[in-house]
């Protein structure tokens, strides 16, 4: 490129700054004129992010055009090509990427170089406009492929269109190209963003492509050791952790009838913290763990809801790990019960698992011995409270008894230290689980939940059955698999998809997208790969809850911010639930779909679906059934956001204007589409907010995702014992399931789970 093209393309950007963004550039342009083109285009960007601010937020698209200059160069460089081309050959860079190694043979093995050509023309340089400066950085920062030299060779367009042709390569012929494009169209509008993992992997030679799994230990060494060595497998790949402990005897209980030798789980939770630390994800950032366990664990006072705080003894700490608390209807009721002057009174027992078992006679058809974990109360029958009472009234059944309210007291001073434990209502989510025919009702399906605390799905523990030397002196050891689950993610960006009013197509190649990851993925761990097959599980969510209301007039705190997100999510439920059953008559329904709430229609009748549109398609889902058992999850969304150039997940906005730090970057940003119609409705930021508002909201979007979404509590470091109490209990009271961190002012900035964003 000559330097006068170079010039050019700098005086583009600012014309176009002056034009489309109304703003004044003859400062700059008098003070870079005589510069030679990298100064001009250096000091041009710099000026640009000083510039950025409250009065003048469109800035930051003019350093998104002179950073995405530098892009075009520096891809046009290492495949030698003309710059002001902005995008090469496309099939050039598939087969140089592919030959050393970078891109997986794959694409080339199932599309004709004409076949290549003719999708890399459908590429559109003006949409790298839409991207704000933040969005642009991170995508190239994090996800643009590059070779083992760190030189950029893929840009924008290109990673969104390899995207499309790893995930639709095995769909037929007749139809492949037209999907591929469907799917380039969703992502290069930003409508949608897919999960981190297939962002930075789709059609590379190495990682997977799921965010999150969630395994259950087996009380058992062999499945404590087997357990880390899955989860180390899989965090090496770069996925998210969620483990639920709540099967593992206590500290005190006997081994082999030799009484109180077991170390109990914090031991076990420590050795899963050393291999969070050890083993990172992709040489980026260290593992990231969830441990859950039942407030009626005997273990749950005796360290674990002390893990991550500052105080005792270091010894018995795992600050690396996330802690989640599976809590029942019946604990929560424990603490209302109160004496004459009000005090709370409600007494909590908790048990040792191994014990229970051992002294409680309750086993399944096949005659496994039962715990209080495997019960859960649906709102007809108390099956979780009969069997607690039963536990309670043995005499000879050891426990430990407190004060529910002392309990109580100990996780919220958790989390407003360390931001958890996670609050996970058991009783609520397996209620409403779809697929609890699996095991029935009354018994237990959804022990835990994810990393992020949106995913639910049917899980149980892998276990040994046999070990032996076969004939040629090999030691084979055969393993039952359990349901090992597996989350794969997407997102729609709301602001950008619901003002285009382009839900209706978007959702159905979204659910195809999401469903080919399932056949594609690469995991290393057998039974989640098998588990992820049987069930098909996905789920679709959302961004810029707060960037949509701001755009159409609806302040946070009002009860029609409330509606809106009963309107907009059963829209989005409507769509997806449409998409998986038209993938099902196309494909075949997931192996477990006869006897499911999908099948029966019980999901429907309990949703309140009865309309003309909703009972139209209960009928066509009872007949040619859904491709996915669970449809709907919404995940946390900071990073993908970003990109997309919008707001967190559903949370309220952390101010009209901070800066963004994360390890290699700070940056200035600003509320999206900040102007004099907007401002207003982003100025109450989310310490500032009511709770009660932003649970309302989640409780109207709740009734329309069938698995659950990651809610944070914002509030300050001064709020009192009751109010938060009283946060949890309008949580739990208005149906959610899951709750995730409690962000106090206090708090350092808590590291999101990258593997959940999508």
């Not at 749950?300 to 802690?323: P, V, Y």
């Not at 349901?483 to 190649?509: Q, T, W």
Request: hydrophobic share 35%.
């Amino acid at each position: 490129m000559n330097t006068q093209t170079e010039w050019n393309s700098v005086r583009k950007a600012l014309k176009r700054a002056e034009e489309v963004y109304k703003l004044d550039t003859t400062k700059l342009q008098d003070q870079i004129s005589d510069a030679d083109y990298i100064t001009q285009n250096e000091q041009s960007l710099i000026y640009a992010l000083n510039r950025i601010s409250m009065t003048e937020p469109n800035w930051t698209f003019v350093a998104a055009e002179l950073y995405l200059e530098g892009l075009y160069q520096s891809a046009a460089n290492s495949r030698n090509y003309e710059a002001v081309l902005k995008y090469g050959s496309f099939y050039e860079l598939i087969e140089k990427l592919s030959r050393i190694g970078i891109y997986s043979n794959e694409l080339l093995a199932a599309y004709t170089k004409e076949e290549i050509d003719a999708l890399g023309s459908e590429i559109d340089p003006e949409r790298d406009l839409l991207f704000n400066y933040i969005g642009l950085f991170l995508l190239a920062d994090r996800y643009l492929a590059k070779d083992y030299e760190g030189k950029l060779f893929e840009l924008p367009q290109e990673r969104f269109l390899v995207i499309a042709m790893a995930l639709m390569q095995n769909e037929p012929k007749e139809q492949r190209l037209a999907l591929v494009k469907e799917a380039y169209w969703a992502m290069s509008h930003l409508y949608m963003t897919v999960a981190t993992p297939t962002l930075s992997n789709a059609g590379k030679s190495f990682g997977q492509l799921s965010s999150c799994f969630i395994d259950t230990v087996d009380d058992s060494l062999d499945g404590i050791y087997l357990n880390n060595w899955d989860i180390a497998r899989l965090s090496k790949d770069g996925g998210g952790i969620g483990i639920y402990y709540g099967k593992v005897r206590a500290l005190g209980s006997d081994i082999k009838k030799f009484k109180g030798n077991s170390s109990g789980v914090i031991p076990w939770i420590r050795l899963v913290n050393d291999t969070a630390v050890s083993v990172d994800q992709l040489g980026q950032r260290q593992g990231a763990v969830a441990i859950y366990l039942d407030v009626f664990h005997k273990d749950i006072m005796n360290g674990f809801l002390d893990l991550k705080t500052n105080n005792g003894d270091e010894r018995r700490k795992a600050h690396d790990i996330f802690t989640g608390v599976s809590i029942p209807d019946l604990f929560m009721e424990k603490l209302q019960e109160t004496d004459e002057s009000g005090r709370s009174i409600g007494e909590w027992h908790t048990f040792c698992p191994h014990q229970v078992k051992q002294l409680m006679d309750w086993k399944d058809d096949s005659g496994v011995a039962l715990g209080l974990e495997d019960f859960y109360d649906e709102k007809d029958a108390k099956y979780f409270t009969e069997k607690y009472e039963e536990a309670a009234n043995n005499p000879v059944l050891p426990r430990k008894t407190y004060r529910a309210m002392d309990i109580m007291a100990r996780v919220m001073v958790s989390q407003l230290e360390t931001g958890t434990p996670y609050m996970f209502y058991r009783d609520e989510v397996n209620r409403q689980n779809p697929n609890k025919h699996v095991n029935g009702k009354g018994r237990t399906s959804i022990y835990c939940s994810n990393l992020c605390s949106e995913i639910t799905q049917n899980m149980s523990a892998t276990t040994i059955t046999k070990e032996y030397t076969d004939e040629d002196g090999n030691l084979v050891m055969i393993r039952k698999p359990g349901d090992f689950v597996v989350c794969n993610l997407s997102s729609i960006n709301l602001p950008r998809a619901v003002k285009a009013e382009v839900l209706e197509r978007l959702i159905p190649i979204q659910m195809r997208m999401l469903d080919n990851v399932i056949d594609l993925n690469t995991i290393s761990v057998g039974q989640a790969d098998a588990t992820n097959k049987k069930y098909r599980g996905v789920g679709i969510g959302s961004f810029g809850w707060h960037h949509l209301l701001a755009l159409e007039g609806i302040h946070w705190e009002t009860e029609t911010a409330v509606e809106f997100a009963d309107q907009l999510y059963e829209e989005i439920a409507y769509h997806t639930i449409r998409s998986s059953m038209e993938l099902a008559q196309e494909k075949g329904a997931y192996q477990e779909f006869n006897g499911s709430e999908w099948a029966t229609g019980e999901y429907f009748e309990r949703k309140g679906y009865d309309s003309a549109r909703w009972s139209a398609l209960k009928n066509e889902v009872a007949a040619k059934g859904v491709r996915n058992g669970w449809m709907m999850a919404v995940a946390p969304n900071s990073s993908t956001a970003k990109i997309g150039g919008s707001t967190d997940g559903i949370d309220p906005l952390y101010a009209v204007e901070f800066a963004e730090e994360k390890k290699n970057f700070k940056f200035k940003v600003t509320a999206p589409d900040l102007d004099h119609n907007t401002y207003d409705f982003y100025r109450r930021s989310r310490h500032v907010l009511d709770q009660n508002w932003s649970i309302r909201q989640n409780a109207a979007r709740q009734r329309h995702i069938d698995q659950s979404i990651s809610f944070n509590f914002y509030v300050p470091h001064t709020i009192k014992a009751k109010d938060l109490l009283a946060l949890h209990f309008e949580a739990w009271q208005q149906g959610l399931k899951t709750t995730y961190y409690v962000r106090s002012t206090s708090q350092a900035e808590i590291e999101e789970c990258a593997a959940c964003q999508s």
